[in-house]
């Protein structure tokens, strides 16, 4: 931490003091610091996100998801034989119960796929060999287990509502070249996989974003570690959160193109429309993570020939900057990466959940290892002293 955020927080740690002796709310929690955390650290005046302390751009660059799940889990990168044994147990656990398959053929085709990911993850609690069991060995081996299936039951999904028969994971690929493999039926190319791996090192974490505050929640009512995650799940579908990528695509679709993105902001703006993909809680300057999504964007976008979805991001871009100094987040370039590679649109939220998971099963785990219940106060602004009235008399 720099001079500079020490600081900040400081001043923040001072403001919640007073605020909490006062009983006055902060909106949205804004600023508050509300757990110590070794997993991740947003650096929002300067645009950096280390994820236990390796930049983001060091680990886009050169590091792969299974690398990136296990730094979390570990605190540490792994050596080639704990990769190994962590690729291994990844690969053993990406398959599901049969009877949670028979449950993803149960779930309407026109469901939203978050909802259907929200209810099967929850089933998988019934099938965990584990039980009950509350001991770190079990909540890793749940971890593995969530952080595996995840892709099969997005991909699952998408084929079943398709009426097509659901591809088993194979043992060899990578969980980006599963998630292709399976939702296709055919092996990626290397740089279809690469981009998906990539995408998922960026999305893997994000220190207290909602759905990790969810999840911590829940798990600091020694709640169990599905419970945790469907806590998060519900959290990352809304559209100021991990719903906001879904809302970009439909936007970008209905502009169209490059020349309509001007007339369309100014009308969205001056009906004082949230413009999905713009702004952050935290970053005042660009979202790191944007910088590798906008680049995959653009080389897809010159790949498959179809650079509109890319020009007319790059416009909005500019639009957003001049008219309301915001910059892009995570989400916004995340969407015509995952349109060039020819997602289904509404997998877009399901896909960040495939690669949150590792940082929420992360944050869980650091939770129980020194846990107190999270149990904030709120400010009473309703009245007081009323008197109870029968109700014939009301
Ligand atoms: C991310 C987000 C929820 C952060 O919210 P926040 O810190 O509570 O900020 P606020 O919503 O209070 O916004 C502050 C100001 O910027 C404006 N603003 C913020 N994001 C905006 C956006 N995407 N489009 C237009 N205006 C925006 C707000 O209208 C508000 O203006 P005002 O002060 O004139 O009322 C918010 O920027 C947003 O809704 N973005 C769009 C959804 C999105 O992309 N979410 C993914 C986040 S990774």
């Known amino acids: 931490m ?6 900040e927080n400081n001043a923040l740690k001072g403001k919640n003091k007073m605020s909490s002796e006062a009983n006055v709310a902060k909106a949205g929690l804004e600023g508050i610091v509300a757990a110590q955390s070794s997993i991740s650290d947003v650096n929002g005046l300067e645009g950096k996100l280390i994820y236990a302390g390796y930049d983001i751009h060091d680990l886009a660059e050169h590091a792969t998801f299974e690398e990136v799940i296990y730094l979390l889990w570990n605190g540490k990168l792994p050596d080639r034989a704990e990769l190994d044994r962590l690729k291994g147990s990844l690969a053993k656990e990406a398959g599901l119960p049969p009877e949670v398959q028979q449950l993803i053929g149960f779930i309407p085709k026109d469901a939203n796929p978050m909802d259907m ?64 493999y399976t939702l296709r039926g055919q092996l990626p190319d290397e740089v279809a996989a690469r981009t998906m791996d990539v995408a998922l090192i960026l999305h893997a974490d994000h220190e207290l974003n909602a759905s990790t505050f969810a999840a911590r929640v829940t798990a600091a009512t020694l709640s169990d570690m599905y419970s945790s995650i469907v806590s998060a799940i519900g959290a990352l579908k809304g559209p100021l959160h991990g719903g906001a990528n879904e809302g970009v695509i439909k936007n970008l679709l209905e502009i169209g193109s490059v020349e ?48 509109q979805w890319y020009d007319m991001s790059r416009k909005m871009e500019e639009v957003m900057l001049r008219e309301k100094k915001l910059n892009p987040n995570v989400d916004f370039y995340s969407a015509s990466t995952y349109y060039a590679l020819g997602i289904p649109t509404d997998l877009f939220t399901p896909i960040f959940a495939c690669s949150r ?37 009301r």
């Open 2 to 7: 720099n001079a500079e955020e020490t600081t």
């Open 117 to 180: 990911l929200r209810t099967v993850v929850s089933s998988l609690a019934f099938y965990d060999p584990d039980g009950a069991d509350m001991s770190r060995e079990a909540n890793v081996r749940r971890a593995i287990r969530l952080t595996a299936k995840f892709p099969t039951i997005v991909t699952t999904f998408q084929r079943v509502r398709n009426g097509e028969t659901p591809v088993q994971p194979k043992e060899e690929l990578s969980i980006a070249g599963n998630f292709l």
């Open 260 to 307: 309509n993105v001007e007339p369309w902001l100014a009308k969205a703006l001056a009906g004082k429309k949230k413009i999905m993909g713009f702004g952050h809680r935290v970053y005042r300057t660009e979202d790191p993570r944007a910088t590798h999504l906008r680049e995959m964007s653009g080389q897809l976008g010159e790949r498959t020939g179809e650079r």
């Open 357 to 393: 998971i590792s940082g929420w099963t992360a944050h869980v785990l650091e939770q129980y290892e020194n846990n107190r219940l999270i149990r904030p106060r709120a400010e009473y602004v309703g009245p007081r002293g009323l008197k109870y009235v029968p109700i014939e008399d």
